[in-house]
């Protein structure tokens, strides 16, 4: 029988593990490739939450604006006004009386919100583990990534998180799912933007 | 066996005995070194708690609920980490979105990689450990309260629960918020959303900052802090351990800030102890040596001979021995501060060596100074004896530490070195003629000034009042005028604060016999400061245990509204319904076994008074969010201060106010003994001679007082009890003269003491901490004035 030397098995070996992790890593890359990231954008969102003791969903819709360097705003219309707004790393909750209230302990969410509305996997990719999801209709030329939460109080909130981009790279679904089996499915139509309205950058201040 | 003799074997039997048992109460007894400055405070309520049967709530309860709701404050550590701030010379270039969270994620897996190393270097020493904090899950929240869904509900859900539009529209915005897990945990167990409301409110005002990684994570003024807390497993206030512990966790602080690029600021009570510690201890090895060289020096120069030096030596031993043998004998520690002010034994008992040395060549059994010796220590010691009997631990401990030491000096002086000199076991004490030479032209100056006694009696009193009229004394009663912490320790400890919310957070503290009770004044105080102040955020446990009362109150609205239907618009929406259970109460011992327990013991717990009697205590912290105002107004303090059981708590307003009340005693107790120095003098020397005597004392300590208020700023209570010092050696330096005139021997005496003890109180007036250095500075202006003045009131026939 022939016998490789041993320090050929070796380097063999080494060299199968290096590839793996080459695989691995241009897989994340390319993850992160399916995404374009956004810095300043708006757009209109409908949200469906499905919650399991409800036969049928919560619907709603509204509008968003963000620009990294300002903050977010993520507002519902209907059915029901109220909005979460994050400027100067605080967060805060306009109910539909529009009183502003200072919520503490919702930064670490509001920022996953925004990270995800913006494409930027990157910064995800410090409290996910990303996958690249297969496509999930064949008829569907969007491509989604799967995060899992790496921390046990995200992972509270959130079991996963899928998000889908369309043709143009833009996110155009997010789905969040939790642990007791509820999930939010939210469809969004972005325009990336130059400068937000004044009556937002106002808000942020 | 003559009397000599006798008087030597008893004096060597109690010498014995007193090093026996000294030697005991040092090595077998247990005590330690303090240096807590907070136990310098009295403790007496706490002692009479036993007294007090019929008075649950007097001072002693308030003092034990401070000690149990936040005594375990002393031994926690907080480390904040932050990312450098960016140097400002370089311009702030605009990146791409994607290249800024990459380097923002860079530097935040740099703070979390250092906290890291920070957990895994911390682990590695015996006395601190990471403080764990259980966080439960919101399913185990959830699941906890289900049992009584129907007992609570928020303010604005109370407001709105007969409106039904208002109640759908509630339960919507909860809905469709885009990640609430409160309503996902509770929709199935309250479709109304009542407790989800509720509980979602009550972890929001209890939340301190973000779990991250292991650390809590806080925002000021745009910067992200990431906090982690320690826990001393030992005693914080013992000051060799503390000093190592601080040593090494400095060490490892500095390692990680430098090793992971990143800002780290800490803050505790360890590190205070260990700098003031450090500080005082350098203080005394400084002080007390200099002091020693200063002495040493100049015993050489006016003896030129190593007798009374190495005299003098045992005798600071031996009265340092006795000190520590009579402090140690009514007390089982020695505070730290004790021992630097104890330094000025070294100045008072180089008084009684000086005049048995200039003495003991003329009158070899010292025959002639026993009497003005033994009057002046008497004296003293009536003086310190009322400081003995003192709440204030620190003046106590001096008092029993100076009087004890006296003894032992007194003792030595007058048995010992009559014995030693006459059996010429030292060679002979002579003053040096080159001294005496000096001495005699400083008699004829004193002769020359005491022509004028009148004049300068008289211009004295006028400056005296002249000040006064000027500038009137004002008194500094902070507690902090003990601390000698630096200063940028000071600053990180207020930028922790103000990180974490706590720089204007107020505390009250409420007690009550029972637990029920106890939830039941907290809801009313809450309730009445909001109504007065409406943006004030109180956290307490009353937001996750209401009482009894309420929760009834709460389940009988649910039930009116269920009955009247107002709940159906909402739950239609849903196609759920949500019947209301029968009341069952949460009381607080089926609370401690719940998820959120560790939360009571910082807010609510029981304490023992005594093994008979127990009451409940817990305390709010309370915020005010309007950046004009800072804390409670005026109505609602007014409102607490009327209110039984409720307490504001301000440790060192607590503290400083405690001060002012014993500054206001020491002062009484200085006009005491001024009027007994005033009897003592007009008995002993007559009407003139006794106010000669009392003037030259009361201008010299009015003197000093003055001066070291223009020089101070203020005056506090640590320039009282120089006073007090110099009124003791005045007493001395006043009865030599009035006894013996201007003899050489008295006037070398006094002038040797004098220039000692104003060496070693000088060296004070330089110490950091301002106690000290009002001490020191006070008497040495004390000294100076005495010396020039006590010359001019002796009998001129």
């Not at chain 2, 206030?237 to 800030?257: C, D, G, M, P, R």
């Not at chain 2, 007390?331 to 008992?349: D, K, M, R």
Request: aromatic share 10%; hydrophobic share 50%; charged share 15%.
């Amino acid at each position: 029988m022939f016998k490789l030397p041993k320090v050929i098995l070796k380097l063999m070996l080494l060299g199968i593990l290096l590839f793996n992790c080459s695989l691995v890593m241009a897989e994340v890359d390319n993850s992160r490739s399916l995404f374009k990231t956004v810095s300043i954008a708006s757009g209109q969102f409908s949200q469906q939450k499905y919650f399991k003791i409800l036969a049928k969903p919560i619907l709603s819709s509204g509008e968003f604006y963000f620009d990294q360097q300002l903050g977010f705003l993520w507002q519902t219309n209907q059915p029901i006004y109220s909005a979460s707004l994050l400027a100067k790393g605080q967060l805060y909750l306009i109910d539909h009386h529009r009183q502003k209230q200072l919520i503490t302990g919702g930064v670490t969410i509001a920022n996953i919100l925004i990270n995800a509305v913006a494409g930027d996997i990157n910064a995800l990719a410090s409290d996910f583990t990303v996958i690249e999801e297969s496509q999930i209709q064949s008829n569907s030329k969007e491509r989604c990534l799967k995060l899992m939460p790496k921390e046990s109080n995200l992972a509270q909130i959130f079991s996963f998180i899928r998000l889908c981009a369309n043709t143009h790279k833009e996110i155009s679904q997010i789905i969040l799912f939790e642990p007791s089996g509820n999930r939010t499915e939210i469809t969004m139509q972005l325009n990336k933007e130059q400068y937000l309205p004044e009556d937002v950058r106002v808000q942020f201040q | 066996m003559s009397n000599s003799n006798k008087i030597f074997i008893a004096y060597l039997s109690q010498l014995l005995i007193v090093i026996t048992f000294g030697l005991y109460l040092l090595i077998v007894n247990d005590w330690q070194f303090q240096t807590n400055l907070l136990s310098l405070l009295p403790k007496s309520e706490s002692q009479t708690a036993d007294k007090q049967i019929n008075a649950l709530f007097g001072q002693a309860s308030l003092l034990q609920a401070q000690d149990a709701l936040f005594g375990d404050n002393d031994k926690k550590i907080i480390i904040a980490l932050s990312l450098k701030e960016q140097p400002l010379q370089q311009p702030t270039l605009k990146k791409p979105s994607s290249q800024n969270t990459s380097i923002q994620q860079v530097e935040n897996e740099g703070l979390y990689a250092a906290h890291q190393a920070l957990v895994n270097e911390v682990g590695y020493l015996a006395s601190v450990e990471i403080a764990q904090k259980h966080s439960p899950t919101i399913n185990e929240i959830a699941s906890f309260y289900a049992p009584y869904k129907d007992n609570f509900i928020s303010e604005s859900y109370r407001n709105n629960l007969n409106q039904p539009q208002a109640l759908q529209s509630l339960m919507l915005a909860q809905l469709t918020q885009v990640a609430n897990p409160f309503v996902s945990a509770t929709l199935e167990i309250s479709p109304r959303l009542a407790l989800a409301d509720y509980l979602q409110n009550a972890v929001k005002v209890l939340a301190e900052g973000e779990e991250s990684h292991g650390m809590i994570k806080f925002s000021y003024q745009n910067k992200a802090y990431y906090l982690t807390s320690l826990i001393l497993t030992m005693d914080s206030f013992s000051v060799k351990n503390s000093q190592i512990l601080a040593a090494n966790l400095q060490t490892i602080f500095k390692k990680v800030a430098d090793d992971f690029s990143v800002d780290l600021i800490y803050s505790g009570v360890l590190f205070h102890t260990a700098e003031s510690s450090k500080q005082a201890e350098h203080e005394i090895s400084t002080f007390g040596f200099l002091s020693l060289i200063a002495i040493v020096l100049l015993v050489l120069f006016v003896f030129r001979s190593m007798s009374p030096l190495l005299i003098s030596m045992l005798v600071l031993l031996l009265a340092t021995f006795y000190g520590f043998v009579g402090v140690l004998l009514f007390f089982n520690e020695l505070h730290l501060l004790t021992l630097v002010f104890a330094v000025t034994l070294i100045g008072i008992v180089i008084d009684y060596c000086f005049h048995g040395f200039v003495s003991i060549e003329s009158s070899p059994t010292l025959g002639s100074i026993i009497k003005p010796l033994l009057l002046g220590f008497f004296t003293t010691a009536l003086g310190y004896s009322a400081l003995m009997f003192s709440p204030l631990p620190l003046l106590s401990q001096v008092a029993v530490f100076i009087l004890f030491g006296l003894c032992g000096a007194l003792s030595f002086v007058l048995v010992v070195l009559p014995m030693l000199n006459a059996k010429q076991k030292i060679n002979a004490i002579q003053v040096h003629s080159s001294v005496k030479s000096m001495v005699n032209i400083l008699i004829d100056k004193q002769t020359q000034l005491t022509r004028f006694r009148g004049k300068v009696f008289l211009v004295s009193a006028l400056l005296l009042l002249l000040s006064l009229f000027v500038k009137t004394p004002h008194f500094n009663d902070d507690i902090r005028l003990l601390n000698s912490s630096p200063q940028w320790l000071i600053e990180q400890e207020k930028r922790i604060a103000q990180v974490t919310g706590y720089q204007n957070n107020q505390r009250i503290i409420l007690r009550a016999k029972t637990s029920q009770a106890l939830l039941e004044k907290q809801e009313l105080v809450i309730k009445h400061l909001k109504a007065n102040q409406a943006q004030l955020t109180i956290k307490s446990i009353a937001d996750l245990l209401p009482s009894l009362k309420q929760q009834k109150a709460s389940h009988q609205q649910i039930e009116q509204a269920q009955i009247n239907n107002k709940f159906d618009l909402g739950l239609n929406l849903m196609g759920l319904t949500d019947p209301v259970t029968a009341f069952n109460g949460l009381d607080y011992p089926t609370f401690l076994q719940g998820p959120l327990s560790q939360l009571t013991e910082l807010y609510f717990k029981p304490v023992w008074l005594n093994k008979n009697h127990k009451i409940f205590v817990s305390w709010l912290a309370i915020t005010e969010s309007s950046l004009e105002s800072s804390g409670l107004n005026k109505k609602n303090l007014d409102w607490i201060a009327q209110q039984p059981q409720v307490d504001i708590y301000n440790r060192v307003k607590d503290f400083s106010s405690t001060l002012s009340q014993y500054r206001q005693s020491i002062l009484n107790l200085l006009m005491i003994a001024f009027l007994l120095v005033a009897v003592i003098l007009f008995a002993l020397y007559r009407f003139k001679q006794g106010v000669l005597g009392l003037m030259a004392i009361v201008f010299s300590a009015l003197g000093a007082l003055i001066i070291s208020h223009w020089l101070l700023g203020y005056l506090n209570i640590f320039n009282l009890l120089a006073v007090l010092l110099i009124l003791a050696l005045a007493i001395d330096y006043v009865i030599f003269y009035q006894e013996q005139g201007t003899k050489v021997s008295t006037v070398l005496a006094v002038t040797l003491s004098a220039f000692s003890s104003a060496l070693v109180f000088g060296m004070l007036a330089f110490s950091i901490t301002p106690a000290v250095q009002s001490f020191g500075i006070t008497v040495m202006l004390g000294i100076v004035f005495i010396f020039i003045l006590a010359p001019l009131c002796i009998n001129k026939r």
